[in-house]
């Protein structure tokens, strides 16, 4: 049987084994509720609170600062959510960039319907948000701006550093949504000056449903759910203790190839994209060719719509993603390729591939070969 080729990295990754192993324990003997006073909680706390301060001192944050969450999207919802309402009194107005993730944009229309105002700030051609449009929008009456560091579509990196002190001198709080930048590329949320964090396990070989958001001591932010005194009552429940172990391994395990891993990724990365430019015409690369994460190639091919590639790349046991959205019946675009000034048709024929750890050279050679036939195939 063919080998089977995973190049979809960034919608999830394989829980690595050693991460498995440290969760392991957490789902069998080590069992006690970590608010519990006897031995049994007090083994299971131990092991949340050391998972906090190693998490905090991979960002550059206090321990104090990190909040527990079940994932990427309660984060981004924690952070909107919660710190817009906790700062209606100062202002109603939110600024994010057009390109976020459907966590941060959605969480604004939800604030819309409460009062808030929402500005979007426009990405040129490569997907880059320009500082200066920050400037431009904010006002006295904002009071927090939300720029993604990586974007999961096409790759960019954004120039948060620039933008949170944008925020900073003009008042308003900064968020990121980190979920595909953390673990990938270095943070220290004092250089990136940024106020609110997003990350997730699952994108970086930790277990789906855990996640943390970074709130910088003395923001405020409201919870958005009720019923304890977890994580400093700002996230009540019984903790996930088995998703918190394994999101720390996962990270510590990330942050100690931090040295190494970008740059192997990025030459798969770069292998992919100059074997598809060589062979097939008509590609058009989506994203600033520098500025954008190690393992994301995202490709428009003239003449070929996304969801065809997809299925017919599955078929030969290719797995990727396309940057179009099905939505009831009909292929819309996606927000990110929209935002990009993209004409319809490149929108509608977007390929995104992302390289991990599992990639090799001879993978990225076989997609070529398949790409290549798929493409004359459905052109001819
Ligand atoms: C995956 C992703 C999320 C959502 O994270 P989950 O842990 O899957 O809820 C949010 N933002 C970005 C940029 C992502 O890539």
Do not use: W
């Not at 920050?134 to 006002?139: G, L």
């Not at 003009?170 to 990121?176: C, D, E, K, R």
């Amino acid at each position: 049987m063919r080998k089977m080729i995973y190049l979809d990295h960034a919608a999830t990754t394989p829980v690595d084994p050693s991460v498995f192993a440290a969760m392991t324990p957490f789902l069998t003997e080590k069992f006690g509720n970590p608010s519990s006073v006897h031995s049994f909680g007090r083994e299971v706390r131990a092991a949340i609170d050391e998972a906090r301060d190693s998490i905090a001192s991979t960002i550059g944050a206090s321990s104090s600062e990190i909040y527990f969450t079940s994932g990427g999207t309660e984060a981004d919802n924690l952070a909107i959510l919660g710190a817009a309402r906790a700062n209606r009194a100062k202002g109603d107005h939110i600024i994010i960039s057009a390109i976020e993730h459907h966590a941060v944009l959605e969480a604004c229309e939800h604030l819309m319907e409460e009062g808030f105002r929402v500005s979007y700030l426009p990405v040129n051609r490569d997907g880059l948000v320009d500082p200066n449009d920050v400037t431009a929008a904010i006002n006295k009456d904002t009071i927090l701006v939300s720029v993604m560091h990586v974007n999961n579509e096409i790759g960019v990196i954004e120039p948060i550093s620039a933008i949170g002190r944008i925020a900073r001198e003009n008042g308003a709080l900064f968020h990121t949504d980190a979920v595909q930048s953390f673990g990938v590329l270095p943070i220290d949320v004092d250089r990136l000056n940024v106020d609110l964090l997003s990350a997730s396990a699952h994108k970086i070989y930790g277990p789906k449903g855990s996640g943390f958001l970074y709130v910088r001591t003395g923001v405020r932010i409201q919870p958005l759910q009720f019923g304890g005194s977890q994580e400093r009552e700002r996230r009540p429940g019984t903790e996930n203790v088995a998703g918190i172990v394994g999101l720390r391994a996962a990270a510590e395990l990330a942050v100690s190839q931090l040295d190494t891993a970008p740059t192997r990724l990025a030459a798969l990365r770069d292998r992919l994209i100059d074997g598809i430019f060589n062979r097939i015409p008509g590609a058009h690369l989506n994203g600033h060719r520098e500025l954008r994460a190690p393992g994301n190639a995202n490709i428009s091919f003239e003449g070929v719509e996304g969801e065809s590639l997809l299925l017919n790349l599955d078929l030969e046991g290719i797995a990727a993603s396309s940057g179009s959205a099905c939505s009831a019946g009909s292929l819309a675009p996606s927000h990110v390729l929209t935002a990009l000034g993209l004409p319809h048709e490149l929108a509608q024929g977007s390929l995104r591939l992302t390289v991990g750890r599992g990639t090799t050279e001879e993978d990225i050679d076989t997609v070529i070969d398949s790409l290549e036939s798929i493409i004359n195939r459905l052109r001819g």
